[in-house]
């Protein structure tokens, strides 16, 4: 019995009928009318995704914390669900986790930013720097007053003495003083201007009214530039975050960069609580501006500690980056890594693709919207949650909790074998389970990057892949996924020909051809890729006992949703 048999089996399906009633009859005007937002609430079970990616970013702050920002880019093409994933993973960074060796356990602030809304604004890092501020400071003041307030008067301290007002307002003052001083002249002659002395105090006698009053004006008139220029002044440096602001500190500041740097840096540290940034629709955004905005992040803050979550297609982002530096394509691009790959991988230390939404989800959520889903299925649903958590508790390898969801596969109840997958991601993250898997995957270290980071890239890349796969029911072993994430973090280009072109894996698993021998469907930017000896030692798993077959490559092709065409 195929999941979709058994789902129907399980959740009675709207008959004809029914459909038939809500479309033409009475109850037509029932069917309602839905927005295409971003979701607040977990209707597609990914809540147990964004728990894992959660918590992983949690221990992520805690080894990097002391190096600077950290940025992970979650993939996905429009309307795959990036901006609902957020929304689950802000509130799951949100509450406070029980304390765990390795891991933060702290209520995060969550700052939001939308990229495609700021792109007609310019220059991103100011508006960037100026979301951190604004969003912390606001959700500050809800759990401690005296800080937000600190960082308040941090933040308007620099903005006066950075942003180019002083000296206009020190001219004002001056202005005003001018003035004071010739009122006060009118009134009791300090300055001697060539007259006699008789002659100067009979005009003082006769103009002493005329004086009185001049110095009266000049004295409000004084009064009111001053105060008008304060105010004035203040504002402008202080609460307009405009683009004008931007630039005239830029060309204010003997070391523009580094003051940025360095007022960053002591706003993060000052507000004290671990920081997220989510910035979203950057695949809206010209390529100029995807561009100018990562690097940025990669430079202006790279030493603040501070985590970024960038939602965007990854083709997008790539094509920007190729379009910007095309000139440097064919001199720096590697076979099966184009520029755009290449500046990617440097940017961020993570990659998440969204995982697909199972068939037996589908169902649910088509029955929600068509409101036939009855009170018995929901009822149903949670027993099934709480079984499933309570069969894993005694699981302590991953191993263990890949043999139990097998196990449930083979039973009748795909609502329960679903519920089993959501609570073996939360298991999958308990710290005794991890240790267990990263000892497993030590061996695979000699098939990566002879580069320091390539192996923590890894670890923290199969850690959300083995999340995916258990959620889209991908059947893959621990060595089986961890040689395809190896593959797919060196050469791209190639698992994706391969997931579109399985059966072209008998040229990488054959002899050594001559390069005329390969057919002609295989891209120029790939067919260096089939006659090298480096990629055949990966794909065929040399020392780990596993390799690439056709049947792995469709089934982990299963962890990212579909391209949209």
């Not at 669900?81 to 949100?94: A, D, H, M, V």
């Not at 190729?322 to 076979?335: G, N, R, S, V, W």
């Not at 308990?430 to 990566?448: H, K, V, Y």
């Amino acid at each position: 019995m195929t999941p979709h048999e058994k789902l129907v089996a399980r959740v009675p399906l709207p008959q004809k009928e029914d459909v038939q009633a809500h479309i033409t009859g009475q109850q037509a005007h029932t069917l309602p009318t839905y927005l295409d937002r971003p979701a607040l609430t977990d209707e597609l079970s990914r809540k147990a995704f964004a728990a894992a990616l959660a918590l992983r970013i949690r221990c992520l702050y805690e080894e990097e914390k002391s190096l600077g920002s950290f940025l992970i880019h979650l993939h996905g093409s429009w309307g795959s669900g990036k901006s609902s994933l957020l929304n689950l993973l802000g509130n799951e960074l949100k509450e406070v986790q029980t304390p765990q060796p390795g891991q933060n356990s702290e209520s995060w602030i969550i700052i939001n930013f939308n990229a495609w809304m700021h792109q007609r604004l310019g220059t991103p890092w100011w508006w960037i720097m100026d979301a951190v501020f604004q969003q912390a400071f606001r959700q500050l003041r809800k759990i401690e007053r005296l800080r937000s307030t600190k960082i308040y008067l941090k933040r308007f301290t620099w903005r006066f003495l950075r942003a180019g007002w002083p000296p206009y307002l020190l001219a004002l003052l001056a202005i005003a003083g001018l003035f004071w001083l010739f009122s006060l002249n009118s009134a009791v002659g300090l300055l001697d201007l060539g007259l006699g002395k008789s002659a100067l105090a009979a005009s003082s006698i006769a103009l002493q009214p005329l004086a009185q009053f001049a110095q009266s004006v000049s004295a409000i008139v004084a009064f009111i530039i001053t105060i008008w220029g304060l105010i004035f002044g203040v504002s402008r440096s202080l609460f307009q975050s405009s683009t004008n602001v931007a630039d005239s500190f830029l060309k204010s500041s003997r070391d523009p960069m580094k003051d940025i740097t360095d007022h960053f840096n002591t706003l993060v540290s000052g507000i004290h609580y671990p920081i997220v940034v989510f910035i979203d629709d950057l695949d809206r955004c010209q390529s100029t501006y995807v561009v100018e905005l990562l690097e940025s992040i990669q430079t202006l803050f790279i030493t603040a500690s501070v985590t970024y979550v960038i939602a965007a297609d990854k083709r997008w982002l790539c094509a920007s980056y190729d379009k910007a530096y095309d000139t440097f394509a064919q001199t720096l691009e590697e076979p099966g890594r184009p520029l755009g790959y290449l500046f990617l991988e440097k940017a961020f230390q993570l990659s998440v693709s969204i995982p697909p939404m199972p068939q037996v989800i589908q169902e649910r959520f088509w029955q929600r919207l068509l409101h036939m889903r009855s009170a018995e299925i929901m009822a149903h649903l949670e027993q099934a949650n709480e079984q499933a958590e309570s069969r894993l508790l005694d699981k302590r390898t991953e191993q263990e909790i890949l043999a139990e969801i097998s196990t449930s596969a083979q039973g009748e109840d795909i609502l329960i074998e679903q519920a089993l997958r959501q609570a073996a991601v939360k298991r999958l993250t308990a710290p005794e389970i991890e240790a267990e898997t990263e000892q497993a995957l030590r061996p695979f270290a000699l098939l990566l990057e002879p580069t320091p980071r390539a192996m923590k890239k890894f670890v923290n890349t199969y850690s959300i892949q083995r999340a995916a796969a258990i959620l889209t029911n991908a059947n893959v072993s621990i060595q089986e996924l961890a040689l395809w994430t190896i593959i797919n973090l060196r050469w791209p280009l190639l698992i994706e020909f391969l997931e579109d072109h399985p059966y072209m894996l008998k040229y990488l698993n054959g002899p050594l051809a001559m390069e005329t021998a390969l057919p002609e469907s295989i891209p120029a930017n790939l067919r260096d890729l089939f006659m090298s000896e480096r990629v055949r030692d990966v794909v065929h798993g040399r020392d780990v006992e596993v390799s690439l077959t056709e049947e792995i490559i469709r089934q982990c092709s299963r962890l990212h949703a579909p391209a949209s065409c």
